[in-house]
């Protein structure tokens, strides 16, 4: 099939099976994907501008249906995902202004590339011992199941921080928090987002279950929530300087829909520790990804 925007032939079928994995993905764990359907993309032979912008478009079309699923399941917190939103968007304008800053250092992708492949394997690490551990401790402690968590000293202690405004955020169950730590969530996540190039969304899911103490389903669809605002603002910017390929997303969006609802669907199958269990391989790939693109392009030596 020829996409005269991208002008490129590539089949079909091969683009609805990227949508419909990364919606598997995106449904089940609350990320975007772009981690992994942009080096999938690329390998297809689309252009990597093309890449950045028709994945976002194609993001932001699977992340709504995603959302709305977990809406009806009642995993969405609005209030808490708006804050979110702020904090994000600011931390991503910020991103690319350093990456400008400080791009005529001719070093800034390999520090940022080696800070990012750091983060996300301690995630990684971080996130499969906490989950094992919280499995272990609910077949021997028989605590509730459903939002176990086999570390929670970090979340009580941001909770107690007292610097106005707080706010409560009833859905995650939540009675007060310091505004200024959601944002600062936000703001962290949009900062690596906005400064590396790729969706923060598998930083922000485990950030929101360990410092802020969301429960992981609502974590999960909350961060979905997020994502439609943040990747509909880079589908927008790039769109305007022409790197989106209207009717390439739309062919990945038939498959991203099929696999968004039956991820969603999946969260009420499993309880929160063996999601997170599962969501510790994802940071590892992208670690991995970010190696590879950096060992590629020549960086590392």
Same mark, same amino acid.
């Given at each position: 099939?020829?996409? *005269?925007i991208?002008?490129?032939?590539? !089949? *079909?079928i091969?683009?609805?099976?990227?949508?419909?994995?990364?919606?598997?993905?995106?449904?089940?764990?609350?990320?975007?994907? $772009?981690?992994?359907?942009?080096?999938?993309?690329?390998?297809?032979?689309?252009?990597? !501008?093309?890449?950045? $912008?028709?994945?976002?478009?194609?993001?932001?079309g699977?992340?709504?249906?995603?959302?709305?699923?977990h809406?009806?399941?009642?995993?969405?917190?609005?209030?808490?995902?708006?804050?979110?939103?702020?904090?994000?968007?600011?931390?991503?304008?910020?991103?690319?202004?350093?990456?400008?800053?400080?791009?005529?250092?001719?070093?800034?992708?390999?520090?940022?590339?080696?800070?990012?492949?750091?983060i996300?394997?301690?995630?990684?690490?971080?996130?499969?011992?906490?989950?094992?551990?919280?499995?272990?401790?609910?077949?021997?402690?028989?605590?509730?199941?459903?939002?176990?968590?086999?570390?929670?000293?970090?979340?009580?202690?941001?909770?107690?921080?007292n610097?106005?405004?707080?706010?409560?955020?009833?859905?995650?169950?939540?009675?007060?928090?310091?505004?200024?730590? &959601?944002?600062g969530?936000?703001?962290?996540?949009?900062?690596?987002?906005?400064?590396?190039? &790729?969706? $923060?969304?598998?930083?922000?899911?485990?950030?929101?279950?360990?410092?802020?103490?969301? *429960?992981?389903?609502?974590?999960?669809?909350?961060? %979905?929530?997020?994502?439609?605002?943040?990747?509909?603002?880079?589908?927008?910017?790039?769109? %305007?300087?022409? !790197?989106?390929?209207?009717?390439?997303?739309?062919?990945?969006?038939?498959?991203?829909?099929? $696999?968004?609802?039956?991820?969603? !669907?999946?969260?009420?199958?499993?309880?929160? *520790?063996?999601?997170?269990?599962?969501?510790?391989?994802?940071?590892?790939?992208?670690?991995a990804?970010?190696?590879?693109?950096?060992?590629?392009?020549?960086?590392?030596?």
């Amino acid at each position: 099939m020829y996409f *005269p925007i991208a002008d490129v032939t590539i !089949n *079909p079928i091969l683009l609805i099976s990227v949508g419909f994995l990364v919606g598997i993905l995106g449904g089940f764990f609350g990320v975007g994907g $772009g981690f992994l359907a942009g080096p999938m993309m690329f390998w297809t032979g689309v252009p990597m !501008n093309f890449v950045v $912008g028709t994945d976002m478009a194609h993001m932001t079309g699977k992340s709504i249906v995603a959302a709305r699923r977990h809406r009806s399941l009642g995993h969405v917190d609005l209030k808490l995902g708006l804050f979110m939103v702020l904090g994000t968007i600011v931390g991503v304008e910020i991103g690319a202004r350093i990456i400008e800053a400080l791009q005529d250092s001719g070093a800034i992708d390999i520090t940022i590339g080696i800070t990012y492949i750091i983060i996300l394997v301690c995630i990684s690490i971080f996130t499969a011992w906490e989950s094992i551990r919280a499995i272990q401790m609910v077949r021997t402690d028989q605590i509730d199941v459903q939002d176990a968590i086999g570390f929670k000293g970090l979340a009580k202690r941001i909770q107690a921080v007292n610097i106005p405004p707080m706010v409560s955020f009833p859905v995650s169950g939540i009675e007060y928090i310091s505004i200024w730590m &959601v944002l600062g969530v936000g703001f962290f996540t949009g900062v690596l987002a906005g400064s590396l190039g &790729v969706g $923060g969304g598998f930083i922000r899911m485990p950030m929101m279950v360990y410092i802020l103490g969301i *429960p992981t389903h609502v974590a999960v669809g909350t961060d %979905l929530f997020e994502i439609v605002f943040s990747s509909g603002f880079g589908t927008i910017t790039h769109a %305007l300087k022409g !790197n989106v390929d209207i009717l390439m997303a739309l062919v990945m969006q038939t498959g991203a829909a099929i $696999g968004a609802q039956i991820g969603a !669907n999946a969260t009420r199958f499993f309880a929160g *520790p063996k999601i997170r269990l599962a969501f510790s391989v994802l940071p590892i790939i992208g670690a991995a990804l970010v190696g590879l693109r950096l060992l590629s392009s020549g960086m590392m030596h």
